[in-house]
């Protein structure tokens, strides 16, 4: 099991749902400072995304934010101007002679400053939006695909890890949930550089109101770090049963599976569980959000009593003459967007401080490293296979299992040879075939190739040598070509090739009889999409092993859609196909496996038998028996 790097520290402990509403498993204070730690590398993933997209934004964000003080500012001369024209006694009939008086000139230039400052403002607000949505899809793309990258290099034994899927949902909703965090992040430094100008108009009349300022949003600023925490930590409790959400929400309304919902009535029963998980869910959040907006609004009220308190004073200066009407009017402004800022500022610090908690669900994704990779010096994986493959007492163990897939388990697959392995379910069969291809490595003992430990061959050049069709084979919602060409992506647009394999496959009949052959989309997911019978897709998907230059092949009973008689013709092509190759193949069909050059039994994990389909009858053990049993049903 592939861990995380024991640099990274792990995301907080998942809580139980209803404690996480509550008190209980609250990142603590250091957490959540420790978790800004996610800022630097995420901002430089957004300067990566697009270096002149993001200085742009920002550049203009740095304009936009001196544009308030002055707008404030030249409404106080305005004011002030108005006020000095009635002071001085000017008297004009109509607005014309006025204007034509030059009396109004500086009001009138005032006013028209004003108005440019403001569509300026409106206008670089909508630019900055612009821009942050051009960099938000780019990096959520860019995301996007550096987390199926990273995915792509974990282990399988990775994926069937309940915890882990938790992770990789966690992550794949940050991938598109965290931009917020980008326009945030960036609004801050914008606000923060308003801030500084407005502090300076304050600092010049009235200092002891940044005080007042500081005394009165330091309680909101607490409150909201504290609901921030809360909301995290109930919203990472609840990861396994979102998951669940979203799985009865597919399984009761997906092509895939309306036909067995309609069968049995399942629908009401999905739709009852969606509702039970979905109302604890709805619970768990509105007991946080009443709670959020009661102490909210107290810790709002102390802001706004401090911002009375100085407006009371400003105006009392003001009524002794030592304010203007205009200062009046620019200082409890000013007063008023500070404390909104402040408040804003703080509130966001706890806000991007708890989104920075929500980034470790992505960054402590990318930390896990895979166990399974190439040896620094690996060697080249031989061609052509030489003597083959030795199992060496090979044991295998699933996490968390308690009972062993394989145990002591040695035998020989020779170069050239054609393989089969039976034994009823859960007998080790396709763990056997994963531990070939080396997406799980053994826990006892080695798998040699040619004489040397598998672990010591190249990774990747390993599985291209290896053709493998499971029986729980992918249906993709490509062109019949494309689902093909997925066996050898590299060759994805050789048709020729395609064509070939599906020949080999039996597959061609089916393809020739779509209305568009190979350029044919199949399944029923898209529009234009042609569904096929389990039968047809099984050949198309062996298709895909041909369409390898591989040295060993491997067929994981992919014909269980088919037919006794088709079962047995695609198995005959297998065998004439596969000389000089060296082929696996598992089957439950005796009439099938008996065409292989060898036969292993297995049974819970061990081999058991190992012989021609002659010398294991003339054995007369389970492999006897399970044959009678199959021929018994065709008499």
Do not use: C
């Given at each position: 099991?592939?861990?995380?790097?024991?640099?990274?520290?792990?995301?907080?402990?998942?809580?139980?749902?209803?404690?996480?509403?509550?008190?209980?498993?609250?990142?603590?204070?250091?957490?959540?400072?420790?978790?800004l730690?996610?800022?630097?590398?995420?901002?430089?993933?957004?300067?990566?995304?697009?270096?002149?997209?993001?200085?742009?934004?920002?550049?203009?964000?740095?304009?936009?934010?001196?544009?308030?003080?002055?707008?404030l500012?030249?409404?106080?001369?305005?004011?002030?101007?108005?006020?000095?024209?009635?002071?001085?006694?000017?008297?004009?009939?109509?607005?014309a002679q006025?204007?034509?008086?030059?009396?109004?000139?500086?009001?009138?230039?005032?006013?028209?400053?004003?108005?440019?400052l403001?569509?300026?403002?409106?206008?670089?607000?909508?630019?900055?939006?612009?821009?942050d949505?051009?960099?938000?899809?780019?990096f959520?793309?860019?995301?996007?695909v550096?987390?199926m990258?990273?995915?792509?290099?974990?282990?399988?034994?990775?994926?069937?890890?309940?915890?882990?899927?938790?992770?990789?949902?966690r992550?794949r909703?940050?991938t598109?949930?965290?931009?917020?965090?980008?326009s945030?992040l960036?609004?801050?430094?914008?606000d923060?550089?308003?801030?500084?100008?407005?502090?300076?108009?304050l600092?010049?009349?009235?200092?002891?109101?940044?005080?007042?300022?500081?005394?009165?949003?330091?309680?909101?600023?607490?409150?909201?770090?504290?609901?921030?925490?809360?909301?995290?930590s109930?919203?990472?409790?609840?990861?396994?049963?979102?998951?669940?959400?979203?799985?009865?929400?597919?399984?009761?309304?997906?092509v895939?599976?309306?036909?067995?919902?309609?069968?049995f009535?399942?629908?009401?029963?999905?739709?009852?569980?969606?509702?039970?998980?979905?109302?604890?869910f709805?619970?768990?959040?509105?007991?946080?959000?009443?709670?959020?907006?009661?102490?909210?609004?107290?810790l709002?009220?102390?802001?706004?009593?401090?911002?009375?308190?100085?407006?009371?004073?400003?105006?009392?200066?003001?009524?002794?003459?030592d304010?203007?009407?205009?200062d009046l009017?620019?200082?409890?402004?000013?007063?008023?967007?500070?404390?909104?800022?402040?408040?804003?500022?703080?509130?966001?610090?706890?806000?991007?401080?708890?989104?920075?908690?929500?980034?470790?669900?992505?960054?402590?994704?990318?930390?896990?490293?895979?166990?399974?990779?190439?040896?620094?010096?690996?060697?080249?994986?031989?061609?052509?296979?030489?003597?083959?493959?030795?199992?060496?007492?090979?044991?295998?163990?699933?996490?968390?299992?308690e009972?062993?897939?394989?145990?002591?388990?040695?035998?020989?697959?020779?170069?050239?040879?054609?393989?089969?392995?039976?034994?009823e379910?859960?007998?080790?069969?396709?763990?056997?075939?994963?531990?070939?291809?080396?997406?799980?490595?053994?826990?006892?003992?080695?798998?040699l190739?040619?004489?040397?430990?598998?672990?010591?061959?190249?990774?990747d050049?390993?599985?291209?040598?290896?053709?493998?069709i499971?029986q729980d084979?992918?249906?993709?919602?490509l062109?019949?070509?494309?689902?093909?060409?997925?066996?050898?992506?590299d060759?994805?647009?050789?048709?020729?090739?395609?064509r070939?394999?599906?020949r080999?496959?039996?597959?061609?009949?089916?393809?020739?009889?779509?209305?568009?052959?190979?350029?044919?989309?199949?399944?029923?997911?898209?529009?234009?999409?042609?569904?096929?019978?389990?039968?047809?897709?099984?050949?198309?998907?062996?298709?895909?092993?041909?369409?390898r230059?591989?040295?060993v092949?491997?067929?994981?009973?992919?014909?269980?859609?088919l037919?006794?008689?088709?079962?047995?013709?695609?198995?005959?092509?297998?065998?004439?196909?596969?000389?000089?190759?060296?082929?696996v193949?598992?089957?439950?069909?005796?009439?099938?496996?008996?065409?292989?050059?060898r036969?292993?039994?297995?049974?819970?994990?061990?081999?058991?038998?190992?012989?021609?389909?002659?010398?294991?009858?003339?054995q007369g053990?389970?492999?006897?028996?399970?044959?009678?049993?199959?021929?018994?049903?065709?008499?």
């Amino acid at each position: 099991m592939s861990r995380p790097d024991p640099a990274t520290p792990a995301p907080p402990a998942p809580s139980d749902p209803a404690r996480a509403a509550g008190h209980a498993g609250k990142p603590s204070l250091r957490e959540r400072f420790d978790a800004l730690r996610n800022l630097p590398p995420f901002l430089r993933q957004i300067w990566a995304t697009s270096p002149a997209l993001t200085l742009i934004t920002l550049g203009l964000r740095l304009v936009r934010a001196l544009l308030p003080i002055a707008t404030l500012y030249v409404g106080k001369l305005i004011i002030d101007e108005a006020v000095r024209l009635v002071a001085s006694g000017v008297h004009v009939d109509s607005l014309a002679q006025a204007w034509h008086g030059g009396q109004l000139d500086t009001l009138a230039a005032l006013l028209l400053l004003e108005f440019g400052l403001a569509v300026g403002s409106d206008l670089l607000g909508r630019v900055i939006s612009y821009g942050d949505q051009l960099l938000s899809e780019l990096f959520t793309n860019a995301t996007s695909v550096r987390l199926m990258e990273h995915a792509a290099n974990l282990d399988l034994e990775d994926f069937e890890d309940p915890d882990l899927q938790d992770r990789l949902d966690r992550a794949r909703r940050q991938t598109v949930g965290r931009m917020s965090l980008m326009s945030q992040l960036f609004g801050q430094v914008q606000d923060t550089v308003t801030v500084i100008s407005f502090a300076v108009g304050l600092l010049v009349y009235a200092p002891w109101l940044i005080a007042l300022l500081a005394v009165a949003l330091i309680p909101a600023f607490v409150g909201e770090a504290h609901f921030n925490a809360l909301g995290y930590s109930l919203n990472y409790a609840w990861t396994p049963e979102r998951r669940q959400l979203e799985y009865v929400r597919q399984m009761g309304a997906s092509v895939e599976t309306a036909k067995e919902v309609k069968i049995f009535n399942l629908h009401r029963f999905l739709i009852a569980r969606y509702r039970q998980l979905a109302d604890k869910f709805f619970k768990a959040n509105r007991a946080l959000a009443r709670r959020r907006a009661l102490w909210g609004t107290v810790l709002a009220g102390l802001g706004t009593l401090g911002y009375y308190v100085a407006y009371g004073y400003i105006a009392w200066r003001t009524v002794k003459g030592d304010f203007s009407i205009g200062d009046l009017t620019f200082l409890a402004g000013s007063f008023r967007r500070l404390r909104q800022l402040l408040e804003g500022l703080l509130v966001g610090f706890s806000q991007v401080a708890g989104q920075a908690l929500y980034l470790d669900d992505l960054f402590s994704f990318f930390q896990i490293e895979p166990e399974i990779a190439s040896p620094a010096d690996a060697a080249a994986v031989p061609k052509p296979i030489r003597t083959g493959f030795v199992f060496d007492n090979v044991g295998f163990r699933y996490p968390d299992a308690e009972h062993w897939a394989l145990r002591g388990l040695s035998f020989e697959l020779r170069a050239g040879e054609v393989l089969a392995l039976v034994g009823e379910n859960g007998a080790g069969k396709t763990t056997l075939v994963k531990l070939l291809a080396r997406l799980y490595d053994p826990d006892e003992g080695r798998i040699l190739l040619d004489g040397r430990d598998l672990r010591e061959y190249d990774l990747d050049q390993l599985r291209a040598s290896i053709g493998v069709i499971f029986q729980d084979f992918v249906r993709y919602h490509l062109t019949a070509g494309e689902n093909i060409g997925v066996g050898q992506i590299d060759a994805m647009d050789d048709g020729e090739r395609i064509r070939e394999a599906a020949r080999r496959s039996m597959a061609d009949e089916v393809i020739e009889s779509l209305p568009m052959g190979y350029d044919q989309q199949i399944g029923r997911r898209f529009k234009t999409g042609v569904d096929l019978s389990g039968g047809q897709w099984q050949k198309i998907a062996i298709a895909r092993a041909y369409m390898r230059d591989a040295q060993v092949m491997i067929l994981d009973e992919p014909t269980a859609a088919l037919d006794a008689r088709a079962e047995f013709e695609v198995f005959q092509r297998f065998k004439e196909l596969s000389q000089d190759k060296t082929a696996v193949l598992i089957s439950h069909r005796f009439s099938s496996v008996r065409m292989a050059d060898r036969i292993l039994v297995l049974a819970q994990g061990r081999l058991e038998a190992s012989g021609t389909h002659e010398e294991l009858l003339a054995q007369g053990g389970r492999y006897a028996e399970l044959f009678e049993l199959q021929a018994a049903g065709y008499r």
